[in-house]
């Protein structure tokens, strides 16, 4: 009798390590729940906030196609950044100073807040509630005239120019626009974005 009491007083003694290791793995699981919802918010977050830089550069974009819309003939010529060959410097005759070098696919300080100045920004309109949504988006776009080129033109009998391939060709402007969708920062920390796109503008 003396000895089965012995046994059943050390079963008893056991329930506390198991108590513990399985309050160790529920506190583990708890811990990794967390920091996996912790995660999730994080690149949720990210992604809304490239989500909004995106749309940024993307209306940086548009400022800048509306710009050379809105040009006369003659300023169409001179506008912006220079990256045409001597052959088109010749033909455009704008007494400008050709310089020979090839344009990079993307204008050198893109990614850099140095000479940022060279960049045209662009006013985000957004009601006042919604402020705090484009705090540290200040959208800017880069604009290069890259080349000379032919381009159907509208026939004078079609305003349409339904007979596509006979159309006459006239001479156009090819513009490079970069946009980036702020000026990038050690103190800002949002995302950046840039998009580029190719505009023509009749001579």
């Not at 729940?33 to 809304?48: D, G, P």
């Not at 906030?49 to 940086?60: G, I, K, M, P, T």
Request: with cysteine.
């Amino acid at each position: 009798m003396k000895f089965s009491n012995m046994t059943a007083f050390r079963q008893y003694g056991a329930a506390l390590p198991v108590a513990l290791v399985m309050l160790l793995i529920s506190t583990m699981i708890g811990l990794a729940s967390i920091r996996s919802a912790t995660e999730q918010a994080k690149m949720s977050s990210n992604m809304y906030d490239r989500s909004l830089a995106y749309q940024a550069a993307e209306a940086a974009l548009y400022a800048a196609e509306k710009a050379i819309t809105e040009l006369t003939f003659k300023n169409r010529k001179i506008f912006k950044a220079n990256c045409l060959n001597q052959d088109d410097h010749k033909e455009l005759d704008t007494n400008e100073t050709y310089v020979e070098n090839d344009c990079p696919p993307i204008p050198a300080n893109t990614f850099s807040s140095v000479g940022s100045e060279n960049w045209e920004n662009v006013t985000l309109n957004i009601k006042d509630d919604k402020e705090f949504l484009i705090t540290g988006l200040a959208p800017q776009y880069y604009i290069e005239r890259m080349a000379l080129i032919e381009i159907p033109g509208l026939d004078a009998d079609s305003p349409n120019c339904a007979n596509y391939p006979y159309c006459p060709l006239v001479k156009a402007l090819l513009y490079r626009i970069t946009a980036r969708s702020g000026v990038p920062s050690k103190e800002n920390n949002r995302s950046i974005v840039v998009l580029q796109m190719t505009a023509t503008s009749n001579i």
